[in-house]
């Protein structure tokens, strides 16, 4: 029988000159940023929250500190990312905490965010907006048998809501999808009303990554085949779509090839720790080989001065003194990698 993935050489070729009709030859990584471990729902079959532990006493110690999110923010300003979203386990923060905390980084980042923190309503968008861009809704599959099991309880309907009302208020929508889950390629059609319906300008692509005690810990992930002809069908029936892929340490190598089906930029892998690394490199040398610009680095720290980059934020002295300590933290690391 012939599989859809036969046309895929095709399709890559397709899909890439409508990316370059759309947008420059450039690429970026972008660092989504995880404020806690914890989570309310608990029972999404794939995420390694679910695994964590349920007491109370983890809705408190499963939480970064704000000193640590912020000074990764200052990172990330610095290197050039892009500051992919901002997201966490359901639960973590009372809504007033959450607000406080999206200020902080929006003074750091000196720009307007995203967030994916599971369905807001009208009040709650509209508490958020002086900070925030879009809303990311964590839709995981489009195909319903799939999303029933997987996501017990995360229905998709209040996400949609969510993206009428933020649709209304002038905010943008972006949603993330995990291929490998058990949908197929005849659920594109579904994923295709969905970005259309829902004013969708910014797609996440992420493909599996089996943790251990869930569901899936046996289960292998998705080709880069098979994540190639997702982009490039998104690439060609929606030309303007902001498309990142996500990949994990593991899947450096397929970088080129997804970018040739069309991506925009690259998340999911984990910059600050590997900073610097072979990884790092070779994630580089795949850009090029895309013949895609860089933006920013993985693999040079700027000449900065991070004390006074510090200090010259709108923010307390006390937490501004935490934020230079937590930075340096990282910073050590940073050059360690280096060396
Ligand atoms: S709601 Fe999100 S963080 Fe919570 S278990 Fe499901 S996927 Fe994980």
């Not at 859809?4 to 660092?31: G, H």
């Not at 386990?89 to 995203?114: N, P, R, T």
């Not at 899947?251 to 072979?278: C, H, M, Q, T, W």
Request: charged fraction near 30%.
């Amino acid at each position: 029988m012939q599989s859809k993935l036969d046309d895929l050489p095709q399709l890559m070729k397709q899909a890439n000159k409508v990316y370059l009709d759309n947008f420059p030859a450039v690429t970026n990584f972008e660092r989504a940023i995880f404020f806690s471990w914890y989570c309310d729902i608990r029972d999404c079959k794939f995420c390694y929250m679910s695994t964590q532990p349920k007491d109370q006493e983890f809705k408190q110690k499963g939480r970064r500190t704000t000193e640590s999110l912020l000074a990764e923010t200052l990172l990330i300003k610095h290197l050039k990312w892009d500051f992919g979203f901002l997201s966490g386990g359901k639960g973590a923060y009372d809504s007033d905490d959450f607000v406080e905390l999206v200020k902080k980084i929006h003074i750091v980042l000196g720009e307007k965010i995203w967030i994916n923190i599971g369905p807001l309503k009208k009040e709650e968008l509209k508490q958020l907006q002086p900070y925030v861009k879009g809303v990311v809704g964590s839709i995981e599959t489009v195909n319903k048998k799939v999303h029933d099991f997987v996501c017990p309880s995360k229905p998709i309907e209040p996400y949609l809501e969510m993206f009428q009302e933020s649709t209304k208020l002038g905010m943008d929508n972006a949603i993330t999808i995990i291929l490998g889950l058990g949908e197929t390629e005849d659920d594109f059609p579904a994923l295709k009303e969905m970005i259309e319906k829902h004013n969708i300008s910014k797609i996440h692509f992420y493909g599996l990554n089996p943790h251990k005690d869930t569901s899936f810990e046996d289960s292998e992930p998705p080709t880069k085949q098979y994540q190639a002809w997702w982009i490039a069908k998104t690439r060609i029936e929606c030309p303007k779509i902001d498309i990142q892929m996500g990949i994990w340490e593991d899947r450096v190598n397929r970088v080129s090839y997804l970018l040739d089906a069309g991506a925009n930029s690259i998340s999911k892998y984990p910059a600050l720790k590997v900073f610097g690394k072979e990884s790092a490199y070779e994630i580089e040398k795949e850009c090029q080989k895309a013949r895609r610009t860089m933006r920013g680095t993985l693999t040079k720290l700027p000449k900065i001065d991070w004390d006074m980059a510090v200090e010259e934020l709108t923010l307390d002295q006390e937490l501004k003194s935490k934020i230079k300590i937590k930075l340096k933290l990282y910073l050590k690391k940073m050059e360690k990698n280096l060396k």
